[in-house]
């Protein structure tokens, strides 16, 4: 579903390169985490998918089912399924977090060339989708993220990932920020997600999360590319012996 | 909110010019010759069978205007207006004094119909058409909604006011100020002038001397109006200027809201607009006055627009009155308008919400001035300035409180949003109290609409236009709930489709 070949980014800005030739490929079905040291490129990966303009991709490509997606602006992508949860989400104030749902919802049912959801038909899909992350309904009248607790940011993060249905969800160190329940509960929510036909990129600093998402492979990343891939047993490894074993080996 | 999804399907209707108002209609004008003279004067006057005392009051404004000259502390800059070169009387020819509808140029008509904001109006304008049956009109009305009231104002006169009957019935006067100097004399005779006098700033006196018409409203003591008034103002003639002047009086313990909308079409060179309107509120009285500016801005390369120099003032005169301005500011190409309240009455309370999008070459020196000095009054400013393109766009408010205004409060928040690096926000507050037990707040805020949260939010799969409009709309959110809710919608169409082309 995914396939990163060769790939070289850098920060439009300052030209600063970040990624230095990163090949990765995930499976459909699979649940991929990405693990490594801060500035290791992981949280640059995500945006990069995502297609934030602020970084330059110099060389090589990013395949989603088969097609390039260089050349998609990130609205673009998203309706074509690729889905960011962030690790620091925004606040949109003025913004009923339903009223924004709505929009995005029907935004890539129109880019897909879907009808719009009907406004009880929404409700029925939020209602339940809130239910499972145990979400009040009265949160989602307020602004989206703005005043929100770090846990209910990531929480509206997961909401909208089960409401938009995308196909690659990249979860940007979701469990930043959770208390052991909270994890606990957005854990459940992926998991509901995981799905023979949608992939999962999942970025983690912790062995933590991975104990409530189980990967199927785990790739650790440094200095901007994949420099050792394994299954769960790695994210145990490097648990147990910290990263500067597999970095040095690969330095 | 479908407003938001209404913004972008419309955006997206509009090919290369995004002012969908910016059509002229071809109909007969009874014209005055350009220039602007005692000759002139008194022609207006006789065109409008104004009694002697209205001339006198015209005339006189007109010597005081002569020996003032333009304001130039405001932040817009605008070659220099020959006011010799403007007609000053301009009228639909076969509308010279209409009764019905059925008098009004069914081209008139058409262009009323094809404006389309605000919708309410538009469905009032045709429903008109069968006048005299009042069933019917509700009938339209159908799902309970409120009725608006309407008053066109087309160049220099007034075309059409709707509703009269049902108004008079309620005891309210709704009419065109012309007629209202010929049926209510004493009335405009005992108000006209008494918040706006004629010395007061140099527009304001070129209007006094040269207003065509505007609107008249007075509602008596213990009514409440049963519907929404409204006046539709459009300047259509070449090189005219548009003069009009509004005087709306509450009685005691009355209440009103009225909606104002403006549009113009396009044209190459610029046109001067210079209203006056007085509001007077007696004791627990409210007036509610909500405004959506939309005349033609100008094109990209800011060549034509309106030159939009208003005065605005509201006197909360009796005890517990309250005075509330609502404005949404999306055209025109300068604006210079300070809608504010004389807090007279003790206990009485002054609003004003703005909203003040700018984009291409636009300037607005917008704001307010809010002056305490009855005993416990209070002040509420909330002001949102949207600056894109090219343009600028400056807040400019006043509060101040008078040695026996004790316990007197305010409260201003002025937010601007900059979208784009070439746009400019500017927020000028004057705050003077002369009472020691005043508690005045003041909080002001600039912000860009950050890379961070336009990508976050394309990154849920609505484009970037809409993203924009999202967010902005996000931003305005406290103002737009002040509005009538006909109004709220239209108004976020409005900025949705001025803020189109913004980002790069």
């Given at each position: ?179 052991i ?29 991975l104990?409530?998402i ?38 | 909110m ?9 955006v ?7 002012y ?88 008139l ?13 538009q ?32 160049d ?45 700033n ?32 459009r ?10 002047r ?123 001035k ?78 860009k ?20 409009a ?35």
């Amino acid at each position: 579903m995914l396939e990163i070949k060769n790939l070289h980014a850098r920060v439009a800005e300052t030209g600063t390169e970040i990624i230095r030739g990163l090949d990765l490929t995930v499976k459909a079905g699979e649940v991929a985490a990405i693990m490594g040291p801060n500035g290791s490129g992981k949280s640059t990966l995500s945006y990069i998918l995502a297609g934030r303009p602020d970084y330059e991709v110099t060389e090589g490509d990013i395949l989603y089912d088969g097609q390039s997606i260089l050349e998609m602006d990130p609205a673009e992508r998203a309706a074509a399924g690729v889905f960011l949860a962030f690790q620091y989400p925004m606040e949109i104030p003025g913004v009923a977090t339903m009223e924004f749902l709505k929009v995005a919802i029907n935004s890539q049912r129109r880019a897909r060339g879907d009808a719009e959801l009907k406004i009880p038909d929404l409700l029925k899909k939020v209602k339940e989708a809130a239910g499972t992350l145990e979400m009040d309904m009265a949160m989602l009248k307020r602004p989206l993220n703005v005043g929100f607790s770090g846990g209910e940011k990531k929480r509206a993060e997961i909401l909208q990932m089960m409401l938009l249905e995308p196909k690659l969800c990249v979860l940007d160190e979701t469990d930043s920020g959770l208390d052991i329940d909270a994890l606990k509960i957005v854990a459940d929510g992926v998991n509901a997600l995981r799905s023979p036909e949608r992939a999962m990129v999942v970025i983690t600093h912790y062995q933590r999360l991975l104990d409530y998402i189980v990967p199927d492979t785990v790739h650790v990343l440094s200095r901007g590319r994949v420099v050792k891939s394994g299954d769960k047993g790695l994210a145990l490894e490097l648990e147990k012996n910290g990263y500067a074993g597999i970095v040095g080996e690969a330095a | 909110m479908p407003a938001v999804q209404e913004t972008i399907e419309q955006v997206r209707n509009i090919d290369v010019d995004q002012y969908k108002y910016g059509f002229e209609t071809l109909i007969e004008t009874d014209k005055a010759p350009k220039g602007l003279n005692e000759d002139i004067i008194r022609l207006i006057s006789a065109k409008k069978d104004e009694p002697e005392w209205m001339l006198e009051w015209r005339l006189e404004a007109f010597r005081r205007w002569k020996t003032m000259s333009e304001p130039t502390w405001a932040r817009v800059s605008y070659p220099e207006i020959d006011f010799q070169d403007i007609h000053y009387y301009a009228a639909p020819k076969s509308t010279a004094g209409p009764t019905s509808l059925d008098e009004v140029d069914p081209e008139l008509l058409r262009t009323y119909e094809k404006l389309g904001i605000p919708l309410k109006e538009q469905e009032i304008l045709a429903g008109v058409r069968k006048q005299g049956e009042p069933s019917e009109l509700d009938a339209i009305d159908g799902n309970g909604g409120r009725k608006v009231a309407v008053d066109a104002v087309f160049d220099s006169v007034s075309v059409v006011t709707t509703f009269k009957k049902e108004l008079a019935a309620a005891g309210v006067i709704f009419c065109s100020i012309s007629e209202a100097i010929r049926e209510h004399p004493d009335l405009v005779r005992k108000y006209l002038g008494t918040v706006v006098p004629t010395s007061d700033n140099y527009y304001a006196t070129l209007n006094t001397a040269v207003f065509t018409d505007g609107s008249f409203v007075y509602v008596p003591k213990g009514v409440r109006c049963p519907m929404e008034l409204s006046t539709y103002f459009r300047i259509n003639e070449k090189n005219t200027g548009q003069f009009e002047r509004t005087l709306i009086i509450a009685e005691e313990g009355a209440y009103v809201s009225y909606l104002e909308g403006c549009t113009a079409p396009q044209r190459d060179e610029n046109q001067l607009h210079a209203a006056v309107v007085e509001l007077i509120a007696l004791d627990d009285a409210e007036i509610k006055y909500s405004t959506v500016q939309n005349w033609y801005p100008g094109d990209k390369d800011g060549k034509g627009g309106i030159y939009n120099f208003v005065t605005k003032r509201g006197d909360c005169r009796g005890r517990n009155s309250k005075i509330s301005w609502t404005q949404v500011e999306t055209g025109s190409a300068i604006t210079w308008k300070y809608p504010s309240c004389i807090l007279r009455g003790d206990n009485s309370q002054g609003e004003f919400y703005s909203i003040a999008v700018s984009n291409g070459h636009q300037q607005i020196d917008s704001g307010t001035k809010m002056l305490h000095l009855g005993k416990n009054t209070v002040s509420r400013i909330i002001s949102k300035g949207i600056s894109a393109g090219k343009s600028n766009n400056t807040y400019r408010g006043q509060v101040s409180v008078h040695r026996k205004a004790t316990n007197a409060r305010n409260f201003t928040n002025c937010d601007s949003l900059l979208i784009g690096n070439d746009c400019g926000a500017h927020t000028v507050p004057y705050i003077e109290a002369k009472n020691a037990t005043a508690k005045l707040e003041h909080e002001a805020t600039t912000s860009k609409i950050s890379e961070d949260q336009l990508f976050y939010v394309m990154q849920r799969g609505i484009p970037e236009e809409e993203a924009i409009a999202l967010i902005v709309n996000g931003f305005v959110k406290e103002v737009i709930q002040e509005l009538p809710m006909e109004f709220a919608v239209e108004a976020q169409k409005l900025i949705g489709i001025s803020l189109e082309g913004s980002v790069g």
